[in-house]
């Protein structure tokens, strides 16, 4: 079956520093992939997504690119925040209506 | 903007009790999922809808089971609560109308079981 798989936590940084934070996926197909974001205390929120092949999906400075042939969907941010601080979750859709999730980032960033 | 609720954000029941959930869309989407959020596992899917009746079993539907009885109400209902089902539950929605069927997440509501 589908699987995600992504680095895991918890990452702690400095505001302004670089953050990378990999996903890995298998998935029959091509799947359409995302970042969603869950700040404390609330529900999962869309960050970004790509749909195909070399798309780029871009949101809040956060960006990623969508690489078949190492099928990765790795998320950056070029300069963090304080309120950057969240659990980060990369997730696959392939054929039908599922999402399939990897476990989740703990991301901290410290002022 | 698309918004999910969730009847609770935390609850506290015995075990062996009968547990209900609740979810509303408000953008009449079709599809609405039931998740279940523990530390280091990710989100599971529990149970998914894509039509009023309709059911489908997830990857961890064992000890759970749902009732859509309207499109824009999905409950979740743990017959018989044990500690093991404490957790973190999320409901979502998505339009499968669209191409890439993003799905909009309620806040969760975290249940303790005891």
């Known amino acids: 079956g589908d699987s995600v798989t992504q680095m895991e936590g918890p990452v702690t940084l400095s505001e302004e520093a670089f953050l990378t934070i990999n996903c890995t996926y298998t998935?029959?197909?091509?799947?359409?992939l995302f970042w969603y974001v869950q700040y404390p205390g609330e529900g999962l929120q869309l960050l970004l997504k790509?749909?195909?092949?070399?798309d780029k999906g871009s949101n809040k400075g956060f960006e990623a690119t969508y690489r078949k042939e190492t099928t990765s969907f790795h998320l950056e941010k070029g300069s963090v925040q304080v309120s950057d601080s969240a659990v980060y979750f990369c997730?696959?859709?392939?054929?039908?209506?599922?999402?399939?999730f990897g476990g989740g980032t703990r991301v901290l960033v410290k002022p | 903007d698309v918004k999910v609720t969730q009847s609770s954000r935390y609850l506290v029941k015995r075990t062996g009790e009968k547990v209900f959930l609740e979810c509303v869309q408000d953008?009449?989407?079709?599809?609405m999922f039931w998740y279940r959020q523990d530390p280091g596992l990710g989100l599971r899917l529990i149970y998914f809808?894509?039509?009023?009746?309709?059911?489908e079993k997830g990857d961890i539907p064992e000890g759970y089971s749902v009732s859509r009885e309207k499109k824009e109400r999905f409950s979740l209902i743990l017959e018989s609560a044990s500690t093991n089902q404490t957790s973190m539950y999320l409901c979502?929605?998505?339009?499968?109308?669209?191409?890439?069927?993003?799905?909009?997440f309620g806040p969760g509501t975290r249940l303790t079981v005891t």
């Open positions: 790509a749909t195909k092949a070399d």
């Open positions: 998935a029959t197909g091509y799947p359409s």
């Open positions: 809808s894509y039509d009023v009746k309709m059911k």
């Open positions: 979502a929605s998505s339009d499968p109308g669209t191409e890439v069927r993003e799905q909009y």
């Open positions: 997730a696959a859709k392939a054929a039908g209506n599922k999402l399939t």
């Open positions: 953008m009449d989407h079709e599809n």
